[in-house]
């Protein structure tokens, strides 16, 4: 198969001198390529240099067709619209000129064969999820989904042949990365996706893993890039299990070996000391025996320094799954105890442009004839319906879904105290911990260690350095400026702060938490939660992490239905 993409000998540096590649060598031909890879590696600079966008250090970058790329970050001018982002306002300006009756020459050069472009448009955008944007909206309106959506419909109604996408679903809420899954499904063309979305994963054709800036092949979809990385993992362990114990017996047999050597010199001290041989063979034999013993310690060395060099290499091989170990038995939360309770969610304003809603009748009077009492969901209420009042007992885990802009970050925000909701009221039972979606409640000049211990200000300096080695931060890794993290450390770090805080969260608030995650700290996020005792309330669009957390109840947050609970997804 003829290669789309190939870099050769491919070198990368930042202008500061980080090396991000060196020396890669990678082609990838027809078809869904997954791009995985450990926050930092290099997976969305490569996309940049295959794109066109920064120019390698050294080495070369050759594609066989156009390329279309999809960044993580979408700067838009504010005054452009959705016409302009789709890439078809010069066609259609002409379209109209000439509907109008113009018969200029240009009019007709600039259409081209595009004389449905308008309709084409539109059936991407509709089948994006987007049928209520306006081909002359303005870009500065739209939402961070929206506009993902809006430049996703500008690449596939474009069709490049090759297709360059930097964690499309990020910012998309449930319904849009259903449809997003659904084109690049029956995309045809050569594609290659950098994500931690493992439902996305599941739909490429082969894996490319991304690591100690080497690229690694594997045939199939996410899972079966799985099932080979772990085969590979146990093949390492019971190496470097192999090479241990060779480098045991290597240093046992040369142990026995100097044992005999010493025995054998006091041997032939005692001999010569009697003097019933003649010194001239005493002399012989005792040159004989440091030659031998010479050679068999050099030869007992060179077999340990082999083995030690077999282990190295072994060790090289096993894949670092370092595990984040969290054993917080404080945070445990009696199964009958309210952590807390929300009330006024009938009468929410979720959003600025959402329009005031009438507040919840009072309970003393009646409920108008016309509309049905709103229903309170607590712990185990079977009936499904929308929420007045929500009551979180023990150690619940409840799932926050809805469209994005429906206003779940604000409610976390008011639960969490940070915000302010008109009529919602927040009581908090237990200490609350929120993990927002972007990681910047560190403080940059402050190492690991010190940002761990603003938040528990009472605990030891190895107290703090114990706890932080649970979460990978073991050494001179703990003592790093946080401003030097890379997204993986600086969300271990983050979580550190937040479940190692005095007093310890028994309810956590947590705001898209695999957002920009690469899949080992997604892993690494699921493995805390296992060991969390307290109740969470997590808002997020990613189904298989949600399943993972083992969600107990689910909720649904809508602009005009408000909070609704759904059965599970």
């Given at each position: ?10 070198s990368?540096?930042?202008p ?20 995985i ?15 066109g966008?920064l120019?390698?250090?050294s ?19 504010t005054?452009r ?21 113009e ?17 084409r ?40 042949g090759i297709?360059?996408l930097?964690?499309p679903?990020n910012?998309?809420d ?9 084109a690049v ?5 050569v ?30 979809n996410?899972r079966?890039?799985?099932?080979l ?57 005792k040159?004989?025996?440091q030659?031998?013993?010479g050679?068999?310690?050099?030869l007992?060395?060179?077999r340990?320094?082999?083995a ?12 670092d ?15 009958g105890?309210t952590v ?10 979720w ?10 009748p ?20 079977p ?19 809805g469209?994005?802009g429906a206003?779940?970050?604000t ?21 609350v911990?929120y993990?927002p979606?972007?990681l ?5 000049s ?61 309810l956590?608030?947590?705001?898209e938490?695999?957002n ?11 493995q805390?939660?296992e ?8 808002a ?12 107990t ?9 408000g909070?609704?609970v759904?059965?599970?997804?």
């Amino acid at each position: 198969m003829t290669a789309a993409i190939v870099c050769s000998d491919l070198s990368f540096s930042w202008p500061d001198g980080a090396r991000v590649l060196s020396g890669l060598t990678l082609s990838i031909g027809v078809g869904r390529t997954g791009l995985i890879g450990v926050n930092g590696s290099g997976k969305s600079t490569l996309l940049k240099l295959i794109a066109g966008e920064l120019r390698p250090a050294s080495g070369a970058v050759r594609t066989s067709t156009d390329v279309g790329y999809l960044p993580q970050a979408i700067n838009l001018g504010t005054r452009r619209t959705v016409s302009d982002l789709l890439g078809i306002t010069a066609a259609r300006d002409a379209l109209h000129a000439i509907e109008a009756g113009e018969t200029v020459v240009n009019a007709f050069a600039t259409v081209g064969d595009d004389w449905d472009v308008e309709e084409r448009a539109r059936a991407w955008l509709d089948r994006l999820g987007l049928a209520g944007l306006g081909l002359d909206d303005r870009v500065e309106r739209l939402s961070g989904g929206e506009t993902i959506g809006a430049a996703l419909a500008a690449l596939f109604l474009r069709r490049p042949g090759i297709l360059l996408l930097d964690e499309p679903t990020n910012n998309l809420d449930l319904d849009a990365r259903r449809r997003l899954y659904d084109a690049v499904a029956t995309w045809t063309g050569v594609m290659v996706i950098v994500s931690h979305d493992r439902e996305l994963l599941g739909l490429v054709d082969q894996i490319a893993d991304l690591s100690g800036g080497e690229v690694r092949m594997y045939g199939g979809n996410l899972r079966g890039y799985s099932r080979l990385v772990a085969a590979e993992l146990q093949a390492a362990q019971r190496a470097v299990t192999s090479a241990g114990a060779e480098v045991r017996r290597q240093r046992r047999d040369l142990v026995d070996a100097q044992v005999k050597q010493a025995t054998r010199d006091r041997q032939g001290r005692k001999v010569a000391a009697s003097g019933s041989l003649p010194r001239a063979v005493t002399d012989a034999r005792k040159k004989h025996a440091q030659e031998s013993a010479g050679r068999s310690r050099e030869l007992h060395t060179d077999r340990l320094a082999a083995a030690r060099g077999r282990l190295e290499e072994a060790k090289q091989a096993a894949r670092d799954d370092a595990e984040i170990r969290v054993e917080l038995p404080s945070t445990a939360v009696p199964a009958g105890r309210t952590v807390l309770t929300v009330t006024g969610l009938a009468g929410a304003r979720w959003h600025p442009a959402a329009r005031p809603q009438p507040a919840p009748p009072s309970k003393s009077a009646p409920p108008p004839k016309t509309a049905p009492p709103p229903k309170t969901a607590a712990a185990g209420d079977p009936l499904p319906g929308v929420l007045a009042e929500l009551i979180v007992r023990g150690p619940e885990r409840i799932a926050l879904t809805g469209p994005n802009g429906a206003g779940k970050t604000t409610l976390l925000k008011a639960i969490a105290d940070l915000a302010t909701l008109p009529g919602v009221t927040a009581r908090r039972g237990a200490v609350v911990g929120y993990l927002p979606q972007r990681l910047d409640t560190l403080d940059d000049s402050l190492t690991v260690v010190d940002n761990v211990r603003l938040a528990a200000p009472a605990a030891s300096v190895n107290e703090v350095r114990a706890s932080l080695a649970r979460f990978l931060f073991r050494g001179e890794r703990a003592d790093r400026r946080a401003g030097t993290l890379s997204g993986g450390e600086r969300f271990r770090a983050v979580l550190a702060a937040l479940l190692l805080a005095q007093p310890a969260p028994q309810l956590l608030l947590l705001d898209e938490p695999t957002n920009n995650l690469d899949l080992a700290s997604v892993r690494q996020l699921t493995q805390a939660l296992e060991s969390y005792r307290g109740a969470i309330l997590a808002a997020s669009h990613d189904v298989p992490f949600l399943r993972s957390a083992g969600i107990t109840r689910w909720l649904r947050l809508d602009r005009e239905a408000g909070l609704t609970v759904i059965d599970p997804l």
